[in-house]
């Protein structure tokens, strides 16, 4: 086998989203597979960044957002879920395919690019997993994402808050339910250094935003000056 053959067996060239051939070097999702992505566009909830159908006229809070208190500033997602940025972040949680960090942090940077400034943070930092299951994942995807992202955005990268209690998955829990499973699940870390600094943290994917909320908190809570978040998809 010929050494580029090797490496497409050990990095594949194709798309992961649908199996398709990528022109670019070290990327994993073809350019139509980009382009069909739902970007997620206003309006939204002000605080949130959650699409809502129709037309609004002026900025609005969604409900969840009208009861939060502390937690993130500004919440924005880049893709709706679904397609082929589902299957890469799936892929890359599930099956390890951290070859597929790139594609994922070009979206994450045209979504701050977007929907923020990056002059607007200090500091780059993550969602924490439980050191149980970062141990049986091998890494944190949301962790990966955000050193990639930094690295592109010329900022400090470091952990913020770290995970205290393994929480449940999230998916067969309601609403309420969901807020009440992280609401203390995280600590800070390091906390004087984060004192009055902005930091923009990364996660892979928002569903309600529960657990961005209650991560945001402790970095809050820990004397950040403001925290905005930003995830690859919207659930
Ligand atoms: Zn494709
Ligand atoms: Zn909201």
Not at 54 to 81: M, N, Q, T, W
Request: aromatic share 8%; charged share 25%; net charge positive.
């Amino acid at each position: 086998m010929a050494p580029h053959a090797w490496l497409d067996w050990l990095f594949p060239r194709f798309c992961a989203g649908c199996g398709g051939d990528v022109a670019e070097p070290d990327r994993h999702l073809c350019w139509d597979c980009r382009a069909s992505a739902t970007y997620i566009q206003p309006p939204y909830c002000t605080r949130c960044g959650d699409p809502v159908a129709g037309r609004v006229d002026r900025p609005f809070l969604c409900p969840l957002c009208a009861e939060r208190e502390g937690g993130f500033d500004i919440a924005r997602s880049v893709v709706r879920h679904e397609g082929a940025v589902a299957q890469a972040i799936r892929d890359l949680k599930y099956n390890g395919h951290l070859w597929l960090v790139p594609d994922l942090a070009d979206l994450l940077e045209a979504g701050v690019r977007t929907h923020f400034s990056p002059d607007a943070f200090d500091l780059i930092s993550w969602v924490p997993l439980h050191p149980a299951r970062r141990r049986e994942r091998g890494f944190n995807q949301a962790a990966e994402l955000a050193l990639a992202l930094a690295a592109r955005l010329h900022l400090p990268a470091a952990p913020t808050a770290a995970r205290v209690r393994h929480t449940a998955t999230q998916t067969r829990l309601t609403l309420v339910e969901r807020a009440a499973n992280v609401r203390n699940a995280f600590r800070p870390v390091r906390a004087g250094r984060w004192r009055g600094a902005r930091v923009l943290l990364v996660d892979d994917v928002m569903t309600t935003g529960a657990t961005a909320h209650a991560c945001a908190r402790t970095l809050r809570e820990s004397g950040a000056a403001a925290v905005g978040v930003i995830t690859v998809s919207r659930g």
